[in-house]
């Protein structure tokens, strides 16, 4: 494939790399650390059709953006198998010149319809989101009542189908902690990747304290006093996982400490919401309209000159500035589910 015209780096000479693609704000499930139901009622005003991009739109998108340096593609939403005729969209991605990888993140209700479908398209990897083996807890946690079982047997659908299967469980103290080493063993047995994840103040309506997270570290002592564990070297610059593995397997599990220990100084990653707009931090409160100069005409050397200024100018750190200041920032942030996590 083709190498990025210039790869592209901000002010802390960090590479533009990967970009997630959100396309679509709408969700079926209703996360407390997500879209907590109380906010994402019924009476919610998600976005309108019109004002999505649409699949052509996205894969000129891509286009540019691997024209400075990405080559990793992670589609996310909301919840993305919820955008009709995703393969499709997959499909024309993975024709794109210098795309080299291709995720998705989903939550895993809607997966064994579409699987067979996702994979011949393109899709190289699938992550599902799963917080509990317990069906009283996994069902107050996603918000309705959606049962475990149903996500476990469309995990292995998918898996059969020849996707390879992350899990990524997000840890809240007092709410999910006591699944920790259920989960471990489990996916240890069924040789799927698992990933925690600390509970993170994205957004601004999951009432995120600090004093529900739950440290990585303690979570790895905790895991390798059962199953002991022996760390794995970092695969690729700014990988936001400390992986190890089992001892005596080829099993990984992984831990992403965005609270505790930061990787602000290697994040390679932008995000592109539903809508158009770049956001180049989980916890951006604004991003730059690519939309409107889009469907206004724009060349692909407009485009590609307000991206690459965009990220030229970025300077983000968000969790590096919130670990040092001990505290919460009180800032206002884009909502997750519209930026895509």
């Known amino acids: 494939m083709g190498q990025p015209r210039d790869r592209v780096k901000d002010m802390l000479d960090r590479p533009l790399r990967d970009l997630r693609i959100s396309v679509t704000d709408r969700c079926n499930f209703r996360c407390t650390y997500c879209m907590p139901a109380e906010i994402f009622g019924a009476g919610y005003a998600f976005l309108e059709k019109e004002k999505l ?6 894969t000129r998108l891509t286009g540019i953006f691997t024209k400075l340096g990405v080559e990793k593609i992670r589609i996310t939403g909301g919840e993305p198998l919820l955008r009709g005729e995703l393969p499709k969209l997959i ?3 993975d024709s794109v010149n210098g795309v080299q990888d291709i995720a998705l993140t989903t939550n895993g209700s809607l997966l064994a ?43 292995e659908v998918a898996a059969q189908a020849g996707l390879p299967v992350k899990i990524n469980m997000v840890v809240k103290k007092g709410t999910n902690d006591e699944d920790i080493l259920p989960m471990a063993r489990y996916f240890k047995e069924k040789g799927h990747a698992l990933r925690f994840i600390e509970f993170m103040d994205v957004g ?20 390798h006093a059962e ?24 099993v990984e599990i992984g831990f992403i400490s965005s609270v505790t220990q930061p990787f602000c100084a290697t994040c390679t990653r932008a995000r592109l919401s539903a ?21 206004n005409g724009a060349s692909d050397d407009d485009l590609e000159q ?32 519209y930026l895509g996590g």
Request: overall charge positive; aromatic content about 8%; charged content about 30%.
């Open 53 to 58: 991009l649409t699949f052509e739109e996205i």
């Open 227 to 250: 199953m002991p564990l022996e760390p794995v070297e970092e695969g690729y610059y700014g990988e936001v996982a400390s992986r190890y593995r089992y001892v005596g397997t080829n």
């Open 306 to 337: 307000l991206i690459r200024g965009t990220w030229k100018k970025r300077g983000d750190r968000y969790s590096e500035v919130r670990l040092n200041q001990s505290s919460d920032l009180k800032i206002e942030k884009a909502e997750m589910s």
């Open 113 to 155: 319809k579409q699987a067979h479908a996702l994979k011949e398209a393109g899709v190289r990897r699938v992550t599902v989101s799963l917080d509990s083996l317990d069906d009283t807890r996994f069902g107050l946690m996603n918000g309705v009542g959606y049962s475990v079982k149903k996500v476990l047997d469309n995990i």
């Open 91 to 93: 499909r024309m991605i």
């Open 204 to 223: 601004n309506t999951n009432g995120w304290k600090l004093d529900e997270v739950v440290p990585s570290r303690t979570i790895v002592d905790m895991i």
């Open 275 to 295: 809508e158009g707009r770049l956001y180049t931090c989980l916890f951006a409160s604004k991003g730059v309209d690519l939309r409107t100069p889009l469907r």
